[in-house]
């Protein structure tokens, strides 16, 4: 007993930090405030709700902070103080909603929780009247969740004992390889890159003339692979209101959540000239034939759907130039905004536009994710990668003998055993929670089962895009929301932390 309390001591200690880091960041959507005061419903109802949830939050740190004086954490402490982290913090996150907007907290906290963990589902509409300070907060919260919350924590706070802990437990990955030795070096290399990107995208999109409050929202929310936007109709908007360069910007988040999509460490040796990171080790050459090919496949389940193909070789027909790239350009948009977890959309993935096939590849898609040391969700590639040749080695010990034995290989490094377990556990969890998430939905609602399961798809997936319409969503029973909240942070922390959450031992 005096064990469990000394770990909850702990736990406590160290979501003070945080509840009291929060509290400062709550504070940074007054500058939106102050810049359209007395625009769109910014005004002392807005700013009065940051300061009022910053100060609840900072008034909780410290309380804590007075009450709980440890600074030892172990690893079962870690992952259960990263589940509580990010369940107080979207818990805060969501005031503001309640307090501007009038919306009630369980909606508030769905899109909080959405936001944190860059999933995107929202239940708001009427985005584009919506207060700015609103807007960019969410996306905002996108973007400290990208990276993590705790490793944005753990930067700050970087002296706290067990830090690596908490590091790995909200960041778990299969190689430990670091761009530079001590953690809080790695963190700053990190989000130094992450930042950088951040602001490349937002000089980009204002060339292209987007506005200025909107580049924001989306360099926030497309290198985090999160997909809130400010506008209802999401990227869309753009070439629903004929902006003149809607493809230009439309290639441009293509290029950038690609970016957010691949391992930062890549991104640390192609920025120190190591280019050949690009091709070299097994997960990235996957990435780049997985975005080929799913991308290649929806283009002609298109063109077939849409009866190209019929007149090119009935008729002889030529295919249409035009035709052609606008296909190209919305498919693999919703390729690269799906397998990143991003969930923009340039169009409606439920639309006719895409055919069955495209449909049931988009399904697939949310489960791969990018990949590890990304922003983007996901069971992830390398992993997928990995049951790929646990598969072919069993196979092998088939064909060669019962009694053969050899490791499962990835980048001429035999993966451990211990890693290999965990993978198949993960994956098959992920396979259960998605089956009685779908099952949850279609009970306590009309959907059909398409767009039942595809609402937990996405949620485990941390990403936005479904085949449950906005209104649906909204409307949708409570116990569903309840369930897609577990399944957003389930699929964000990777399982294992928010399943301690229910076992007496752990806390013992």
Request: charged content about 15%; aromatic content about 14%; glycine content about 10%.
């Amino acid at each position: 007993m005096r064990n469990g309390f000394q770990r909850v001591n702990c736990i406590l200690h160290f979501i003070r930090g945080l509840l009291e880091i929060l509290g400062l960041v709550l504070l940074l959507p007054l500058a939106v405030v102050l810049a359209y005061w007395g625009q769109m419903g910014d005004g002392w109802i807005t700013a009065t709700a940051f300061v009022v949830t910053a100060a609840i939050s900072f008034s909780l740190g410290l309380l804590l902070r007075n009450k709980f004086k440890s600074d030892l954490l172990d690893t079962t402490g870690s992952m259960l103080m990263c589940a509580l982290g990010w369940l107080f913090a979207s818990a805060l996150g969501a005031l503001p909603f309640v307090i501007a907007v009038g919306t009630n907290y369980l909606d508030a906290y769905f899109e909080a929780m959405s936001g944190f963990t860059t999933t995107g589902i929202t239940v708001f509409s009427g985005l584009d009247n919506m207060p700015r300070s609103i807007l960019f907060w969410r996306s905002l919260m996108q973007w400290l969740g990208g990276i993590g919350i705790l490793s944005f924590f753990l930067m700050v706070i970087f002296q706290s004992g067990g830090s690596h802990h908490m590091f790995g437990a909200e960041s778990h990955k299969i190689s430990s390889v670091r761009p530079a030795p001590g953690l809080f070096h790695t963190l700053r290399i990190l989000w130094a890159i992450y930042a950088v990107f951040t602001v490349f995208a937002v000089v980009i999109l204002a060339i292209e003339k987007m506005p200025i409050f909107d580049a924001v929202c989306h360099a926030l929310t497309t290198l985090s692979t999160g997909g809130f936007s400010p506008h209802d109709s999401s990227i869309a908007f753009y070439r629903l209101t004929n902006h003149p360069n809607y493809r230009l910007i439309e290639y441009t988040l293509i290029f950038f959540m690609m970016l957010g999509g691949i391992n930062f460490l890549v991104h640390y040796r192609v920025l120190t000239r190591d280019f050949k990171a690009l091709w070299d080790n097994t997960e990235i050459r996957y990435w780049w034939r997985l975005i080929a090919g799913f991308t290649a496949i929806i283009i002609v389940d298109h063109l077939y759907k849409s009866g190209v193909f019929t007149a090119l070789f009935r008729d002889g027909t030529a295919i249409n130039f035009g035709e052609f790239e606008r296909t190209f350009r919305h498919s693999l948009f919703q390729v690269v905004s799906i397998i990143t977890s991003s969930g923009f959309v340039a169009r409606d993935i439920g639309s006719d536009f895409f055919g069955a096939l495209s449909k049931q590849l988009f399904l697939a898609m949310m489960v791969i994710g990018g990949c590890v040391g990304s922003t983007s969700g996901g069971f992830k590639i390398l992993r997928i990668a990995i049951l790929n040749r646990l598969l072919f080695r069993e196979l092998l010990k088939l064909r060669i003998s019962g009694r053969a034995s050899s490791g499962v290989v990835i980048d001429k490094k035999i993966v451990p055993e211990d890693e290999v377990d965990r993978v198949a556990a993960l994956f098959f969890t992920w396979m259960a929670l998605l089956l009685v998430g779908g099952g949850i939905t279609a009970i306590c609602s009309n959907l059909g089962p398409w767009e039942s399961f595809s609402g937990m798809f996405s949620a485990m997936g941390n990403i936005g895009p479904c085949y449950i319409s906005v209104p649906d969503m909204i409307k949708i029973n409570p116990v569903v929301k309840l369930t897609y909240i577990f399944g957003m942070l389930a699929g964000r922390l990777e399982i294992l932390p928010v399943l301690l959450l229910f076992s007496r031992k752990a806390w013992k």
